[in-house]
């Protein structure tokens, strides 16, 4: 049963499947684009860190350059 | 804040087939909690990839009546909608979860407090749950719950 864990996960996945071991991991939240990801060492993805934010990034582009979350959506 | 669910399936295909949608306004923010997905078809072997996307238009869908999780609670202000005939229109980069997983399997997705999938607080916006490619067409059944 895979499954890798944060201190304080912003959300949690579990895949159920008969035929497989079930699947959990532990989710952040981009802090800029609201979006999801999975915490999977050894993945490659090479995700950010926000100091003004003080939150994780995804690693898309557009998340590189800081624009909170909040006032994205109030746009 | 009050809490709704929605269930959904998609209309049968195999690629861009919103399961259900869900529309807010400049004055209220869907914010999904809680997503759960699965496929009550005959098992297949099959691949299947979808997420929950940001729109800007609702597209044409059946319209569902979000279900208060109190019963108590007032009728939600969120316009949900399923079994998309016209896709709604996603944003360009704004997939928030993406997930591959066989038919077979069940997928849930939960969240901690304030970390929920918002849409943007602009009339027509909202979030959509879509099948985004598959191995086969397929119908997938999914449930929401969100709060506004």
């Known amino acids: ?75 | 804040m009050r809490q709704y669910a929605v269930i959904g399936s998609n209309a049968s295909g195999s690629s861009s087939k919103t399961l259900l949608g869900l529309t807010g306004a400049s004055t209220i923010q869907p914010g999904i909690f809680d997503l759960t997905v699965g496929c009550s078809a005959t098992p297949a072997d099959q691949a299947v990839k979808f997420g929950v996307l940001r729109s800007t238009t609702a597209g044409t869908s059946t319209a569902y009546t979000p279900l208060p999780l109190l019963p108590a609670d007032v009728a939600a202000q969120t316009v949900a909608g399923n079994a998309h005939s016209v896709e709604p229109t996603y944003t360009a980069g704004g997939t928030l979860l993406s997930i591959s997983m066989n038919q077979r399997a069940t997928y849930r997705w939960v969240c901690a407090d304030g970390k929920e999938l918002f849409g943007a607080a602009t009339a027509s916006n909202g979030l959509g749950l879509q099948l985004i490619s598959a191995t086969a067409a397929m119908v997938l059944d999914g449930v929401v719950h969100f709060r506004e």
């Open chain 1, 1 to 75: 049963m895979p499954r890798h864990t944060l201190l304080r996960p912003h959300g949690y996945i579990i895949i159920t499947d008969p035929e497989a071991p079930t699947i959990e991991y532990d989710t952040h939240q981009c802090c800029h684009c609201g979006a999801h990801f999975a915490i999977i060492p050894g993945s490659g993805r090479l995700r950010g860190y926000c100091l003004h934010c003080d939150g994780p990034t995804c690693g898309a582009e557009a998340c590189g350059k800081c624009d909170p979350l909040k006032r994205r959506l109030g746009r």
